[in-house]
């Protein structure tokens, strides 16, 4: 079963970068470099047939309870949702046994297989299907929500076919793919397209996925898609469907993150991520124009809390230009690289302060253990008697009241947000009353005058825009505001 996407990626795809095509007039123009095309391949019989018995159907099942109307329940976002209808009714009392379907492919001889995690979330019984139609029990070894990602085992008295990872990374946009699974529980099959995009991400911080117009319907998730030489190089994931069939538009979670994800499944039944200890946000042109940087690129630091980087001396306001042997180029490059990184080694973090550059190093953590501390949620603002109006915002000093209702340090301190224009930059960037602004220009701000030398200070720098640090439920990002009149 593949999941449907289409409302939380919509926006996610609307924002992908535009290639824009721009006709000079009078100008030279450099002649366009030769290059070489390819045809479809004749038939993708030979491949289809070399790899067909790595690839499986899976089966799952789980009893689901009834209430005393007689009506089963199917917990929302189940893998069993869309198979209610099969198993539910009027009249029909007592727990009723629910099934789902789904694909996977083999990894290894002795039995390893992969599928997604939404597959077989929840099932208490999970069956393997074989191209040969042989059937076998699997039992779950480890998954990874934040990837979607499950591994099974299986025993068999002899060794299995299996497929390898290739390297995602080497695909480019126009390469053909194949993709085989189990659409709609019809049984094995086989479809090819091309490679439409590279690099999106959904809605996971480590999502990095590739775009597909081969057809992958439900019944194809944790199906695998293969290069041109047999070599997965994606797990089918999710859809962008109107109606639930394939449209042209799949998604295939990369094979070089997936194989990560497996490796540690298969050694230690969880995934092992490491943890900088930092909360991090993209620099934006915006951003780099407020703090002076040639390029936006990097990963601009908005907090760091107790932790590997705290130790290491990373502070707010820097930004990491690269990690261990790489550059980063954004806030998920720098997560994916930090997550793949080697947990209790040193990695040397080189950042950007104050115009210099400063070379740290972390030792790293494990992201797992740091997860389940929680931060405090924010409630409106409430009134204060001294108050300024700029940059499309109300302000007032934070007071003792607000720290009380909001839950916040009794050390905290900042401008609060009363109001916001909504015809502002403030509003169009996401600012909202309760928001708490402790920095502008990277430098504190405790009082209304704070800001006011903050905006002056930039304005005769030359600046047309001034770095805010925006906290809201203890969450920090930078925001630049315009302050030109």
Same mark, same amino acid.
């Given at each position: 079963?593949?999941?449907?996407?289409?409302?939380?990626?919509?926006?996610?795809?609307?924002?992908?970068?535009? =290639?824009?095509?721009?006709? *000079?007039?009078?100008?030279?123009?450099?002649?366009?470099?030769?290059?070489?095309?390819?045809?479809?391949?004749?038939?993708?019989?030979?491949?289809?047939?070399?790899?067909?018995?790595?690839?499986?159907?899976?089966?799952?099942?789980?009893?689901?309870?009834?209430?005393?109307?007689?009506?089963?329940?199917?917990?929302?976002?189940?893998?069993? %949702?869309?198979?209610?209808?099969?198993?539910?009714?009027? /009249?029909?009392?007592?727990?009723?046994?629910?099934?789902?379907?789904?694909?996977?492919?083999?990894?290894?001889?002795?039995?390893?297989?992969?599928?997604? +995690?939404?597959?077989?979330?929840?099932?208490?019984?999970?069956?393997?299907?074989?191209f040969s139609g042989e059937k076998l029990k699997a039992k779950l070894v480890g998954t990874d929500t934040k990837t979607d990602i499950a591994l099974l %085992?299986?025993?068999?008295?002899?060794?299995?076919?299996?497929?390898?990872?290739?390297?995602?990374?080497?695909?480019?946009?126009?390469?053909?793919?194949?993709?085989?699974? +189990?659409?709609?529980?019809?049984?094995?099959?086989?479809?090819?397209?091309?490679?439409?995009?590279?690099?999106?991400?959904?809605?996971?911080?480590?999502?990095?996925?590739?775009?597909?117009?081969?057809?992958?319907?439900?019944?194809?998730?944790?199906?695998?898609?293969?290069?041109?030489?047999?070599?997965?190089?994606?797990?089918?994931?999710?859809? =962008?469907?109107? +109606?639930?069939?394939?449209?042209?538009?799949?998604?295939?979670?990369?094979?070089?993150?997936?194989? #990560?994800?497996?490796?540690?499944?298969?050694?230690?039944?969880?995934?092992?991520?490491?943890?900088?200890?930092?909360?991090?946000?993209?620099?934006?042109?915006?951003?780099?124009?407020?703090?002076?940087?040639?390029?936006?690129?990097?990963?601009?630091?908005?907090?760091?809390?107790? /932790?590997?980087?705290?130790?290491?001396?990373?502070?707010?306001?820097?930004?990491?230009?690269?990690?261990?042997? +790489?550059?980063?180029?954004?806030?998920?490059?720098?997560?994916?690289?930090?997550?793949?990184?080697?947990?209790?080694?040193?990695?040397?973090?080189?950042?950007?302060?104050?115009? %210099?550059?400063?070379?740290?190093?972390?030792?790293?953590?494990?992201?797992?253990?740091?997860?389940?501390?929680?931060?405090?949620?924010?409630?409106?603002?409430?009134?204060?008697? #001294?108050?300024?109006?700029?940059? *499309?915002?109300?302000?007032?000093?934070?007071?003792?009241?607000?720290?009380?209702?909001?839950?916040?340090?009794?050390?905290?301190?900042?401008?609060?947000?009363?109001?916001?224009?909504?015809?502002?930059?403030?509003?169009? #960037?996401?600012?909202?009353?309760?928001?708490?602004?402790?920095?502008?220009?990277?430098?504190k701000v405790v009082r209304l005058q704070d800001l006011q030398d903050r905006i002056k200070e930039a304005k005769d720098a030359g600046r047309k825009s001034?770095?805010?640090?925006?906290?809201?439920?203890?969450?920090?990002?930078?925001?630049?505001?315009?302050?030109?009149?």
């Amino acid at each position: 079963m593949v999941p449907d996407l289409t409302p939380t990626i919509r926006s996610a795809l609307r924002s992908s970068t535009l =290639l824009a095509l721009v006709l *000079g007039f009078g100008l030279s123009v450099a002649p366009v470099t030769e290059v070489q095309a390819f045809g479809a391949p004749e038939s993708f019989a030979e491949l289809a047939q070399k790899i067909s018995p790595a690839v499986v159907n899976i089966t799952t099942s789980a009893m689901i309870a009834a209430p005393t109307d007689g009506m089963p329940q199917v917990p929302e976002g189940s893998p069993f %949702k869309d198979f209610f209808d099969d198993f539910g009714g009027p /009249g029909q009392g007592g727990p009723q046994r629910s099934e789902a379907l789904g694909s996977g492919f083999v990894v290894s001889e002795d039995g390893y297989i992969v599928t997604n +995690n939404h597959v077989i979330e929840g099932a208490d019984e999970i069956e393997i299907e074989f191209f040969s139609g042989e059937k076998l029990k699997a039992k779950l070894v480890g998954t990874d929500t934040k990837t979607d990602i499950a591994l099974l %085992k299986v025993q068999s008295d002899k060794p299995l076919e299996f497929v390898t990872f290739g390297n995602s990374d080497l695909m480019r946009v126009g390469d053909w793919v194949m993709a085989m699974g +189990n659409p709609l529980g019809q049984g094995f099959s086989v479809s090819a397209g091309i490679v439409s995009a590279r690099g999106r991400q959904l809605q996971g911080s480590y999502d990095d996925f590739i775009q597909t117009d081969a057809a992958i319907n439900r019944g194809n998730s944790g199906g695998p898609l293969f290069n041109m030489d047999g070599q997965v190089v994606g797990v089918n994931t999710a859809i =962008l469907s109107p +109606n639930g069939g394939s449209i042209g538009i799949g998604f295939s979670m990369a094979s070089n993150v997936v194989s #990560k994800v497996v490796d540690q499944l298969k050694e230690f039944g969880e995934t092992r991520r490491g943890w900088l200890g930092v909360r991090i946000q993209d620099v934006t042109p915006d951003i780099a124009e407020s703090m002076g940087l040639a390029d936006a690129k990097g990963a601009l630091v908005t907090d760091v809390p107790d /932790g590997p980087a705290k130790d290491a001396g990373i502070t707010s306001g820097d930004v990491i230009t690269r990690f261990g042997t +790489n550059d980063v180029s954004s806030a998920g490059d720098l997560t994916r690289r930090v997550a793949d990184a080697p947990i209790g080694e040193a990695v040397p973090v080189i950042v950007l302060r104050d115009g %210099k550059t400063e070379t740290l190093a972390v030792t790293l953590g494990r992201r797992e253990d740091a997860e389940a501390k929680t931060m405090p949620a924010s409630s409106p603002a409430p009134e204060a008697p #001294k108050q300024i109006e700029t940059l *499309g915002m109300t302000l007032a000093p934070l007071d003792d009241d607000m720290r009380s209702r909001l839950g916040l340090d009794p050390s905290s301190e900042g401008l609060m947000v009363m109001k916001v224009d909504q015809a502002s930059e403030a509003f169009t #960037k996401g600012l909202v009353e309760g928001d708490l602004i402790t920095e502008a220009g990277q430098q504190k701000v405790v009082r209304l005058q704070d800001l006011q030398d903050r905006i002056k200070e930039a304005k005769d720098a030359g600046r047309k825009s001034l770095l805010l640090l925006v906290r809201r439920g203890g969450d920090p990002r930078f925001v630049a505001l315009s302050i030109e009149d």
